[in-house]
């Protein structure tokens, strides 16, 4: 399933701020992104209409299980994606912001292989 850039982000988002012990509302979703609450809640109306996420009458923001797939997906390619970037020499802010958006674009098959080395790499040090 293929599905924009900006919703994989706001997935991710909604992720990261999920795991900070926090319920998450747009407001906070557009404090984090800096973007305009106005954005982030036709942002949300399209999530919620495609199935990514469940809105509460309190306006507290879960994701549904696709959500949750695409978020974690997105997360662990950011994350490794980052971390072996600064690995090799990269300054942590620009490996960070590199990862976010080759994240984005990067195979399935080109992950799993750099995901590999990577773990074959930390096995061996």
């Known amino acids: 399933m293929k599905i924009q850039e ?6 991710e988002t909604i992720l990261i701020l ?7 509302r747009s407001i906070d979703i557009a404090t984090e992104l800096n973007f305009s609450r106005a954005s982030v809640s036709i942002a949300m109306k399209k999530l919620r209409e495609s199935g990514y996420i469940l809105v509460d009458a309190d306006g507290f923001i879960t994701l549904t299980s696709a959500g949750q ?3 974690d ?17 990269v300054p942590m802010e620009t490996a960070v912001e590199d990862a976010c ?6 195979s399935e098959e080109s992950f799993a ?13």
């Open 18 to 24: 999920s795991e900070k012990g926090a319920h998450v």
């Open 101 to 106: 958006r080759i994240e984005h674009v990067i």
């Open 69 to 71: 797939e695409i978020a």
């Open 73 to 89: 997906k997105m997360y662990e390619r950011h994350k490794l994606l980052s971390d072996w970037l600064h690995y090799l020499g």
């Open 6 to 11: 900006s919703a994989e982000n706001y997935l």
């Open 113 to 125: 292989r750099i995901r590999a080395h990577v773990n074959e790499m930390n096995e061996h040090s």
